[in-house]
């Protein structure tokens, strides 16, 4: 079992910026490839940013290009999201997930049923 809790979520103004954070526990962090995903009030879940478990590979929703940063620290068991230049519509749960993987350099995952492991969301609220 790989345990994750999400961080860094709160209240920004339109144009802000936060910084969430997902601590892994419970199993080899550097086995996982890792990915974020959120839920806005009244829609589905979405896939939001993905990253190998080397960190090599990114993978970025295309609406969300260029203002995003996902990373990884392997030492440190976490995975981080640099979120920029907020808006209302960023508002939402933002939920970190785990997936064993093979490749540690190549392989990114972009769809919720290929992950194994879920956090427990973390709230982003952007005021405008």
């Known amino acids: 079992q790989v345990q994750l809790v999400e961080s860094g979520g709160g209240l920004v103004q339109a144009g802000g910026s936060l910084r969430l954070s997902c601590a892994a526990s419970g199993r080899t962090f550097s086995n996982y490839a890792m990915g974020w995903f959120r839920q806005a009030p009244g829609k589905e879940r979405e896939f939001v940013a993905a990253i190998s478990r080397g960190g090599i590979s990114l993978r970025y929703a295309d609406s969300l290009k260029g203002r995003l940063t996902i990373s990884r620290d392997n030492a440190k068991n976490t995975v981080y999201l640099q979120m920029n230049s907020l808006k209302s519509e960023d508002t939402a749960v933002y939920y970190c997930?785990?997936?064993?993987?093979?490749?540690?350099?190549?392989?990114?995952?972009?769809?919720?049923?290929?992950?194994?492991?879920w956090g427990q969301g973390t709230q982003v609220t952007v005021s405008s």
């Open positions: 997930a785990a997936r064993w993987a093979l490749s540690y350099s190549g392989t990114v995952y972009i769809t919720e049923n290929e992950y194994a492991y």
